[in-house]
Antibody, heavy 119, light 110 residues
Framework: QVQLVQSGAEVKKPGASVWISCKAS????????IHWVRQAPGQRLEWMGW????????ESSQKFQDRVTITSDTSADTAYMELNSLRSEDTAVYYC????????????WGQGSLVTVSS | QTTVTQEPAFSVSLGETVTLTCGLN?????????PSWYQQAPGQAPRTLIY???TRSSGVPDRFSGSTLGNRAALTITGAQANDESDYYC??????????FGGGTKLTVL
């Protein structure tokens, strides 16, 4: 069955960077895009960006364009999201999600990775 | 700045029907936005309910249905159950490889 397993919780200081991984299994990794979505405590889901795993092409929300890097490693069936210049407002649970082949929606989700930014 | 709007909160009595909606601050939601709906219980990852406006995701009970209501996308829960008490989010594809989530609706089942 399709699974997305994310890396564990992180605590970072303001100004630092964080890497989160998302390991896929149960399907051919290169066939589906991977998206990143975050949720600050008590707040809404917020779409951050995505990667076409097959081509490596990425797009991101204007809000994060200068600070986010999304990559993938098809040999490891893993996608990565790096967010730099962290600030307290980046404290959130970060989810990866698989984009279904059609209809522009997210059909499988990772379990989430909590990132806490605190001095 | 595109904003996707949802009712912040809604309540429904056990066994009754409720319709949640999802709109755009400018313009109408269309099929080209590929509206999708997600249910999120506290502390859990989102669960996909509906995609492409009205197609139920695998394993989703048929009491959940999607539609268009005027210029908005809609999620209807028919015969609400206690475990339907969750947050519900819509997502819209805005074109140019950009997606936006709505603010979410907190549903209380009375």
């Amino acid at each position: 069955q399709v699974q997305l397993v994310q890396s564990g919780a992180e605590v970072k200081k303001p100004g630092a960077s964080v890497w989160i991984s998302c390991k896929a299994s149960g399907y051919t990794f290169a066939k589906n895009a991977i998206h990143w979505v975050r949720q600050a405590p008590g707040q809404r889901l917020e779409w951050m960006g995505w990667i076409n795993v097959n081509s490596g092409h990425t797009e991101s929300s204007q809000k994060f364009q200068d600070r986010v890097t999304i990559t993938s490693d098809t040999s490891a069936d893993t996608a990565y999201m790096e967010l730099n210049s962290l600030r307290s407002e980046d404290t959130a649970v970060y989810y990866c999600a698989r984009e279904a082949p059609n209809y522009a929606f997210f059909d499988y989700w990772g379990q989430g990775s909590l990132v806490t930014v605190s001095s | 700045q595109t904003t996707v709007t949802q009712e912040p909160a809604f309540s429904v009595s056990l066994g009754e029907t409720v319709t949640l909606t999802c709109g755009l601050n400018s313009g109408s939601v269309s099929i080209n936005n590929y509206p999708s709906w997600y249910q999120q219980a506290p502390g859990q990852a989102p669960r996909t309910l509906i995609y492409n406006t009205n197609t139920r995701s695998s394993g989703v009970p048929d009491r959940f249905s999607g539609s268009t209501l005027g210029n908005r996308a809609a999620l209807t829960i028919t015969g609400a159950q206690a475990n339907d008490e969750s947050d519900y989010y819509c997502a819209l594809y805005m074109g140019s490889s950009i997606w936006v989530f709505g603010g979410g609706t907190k549903l209380t089942v009375l």
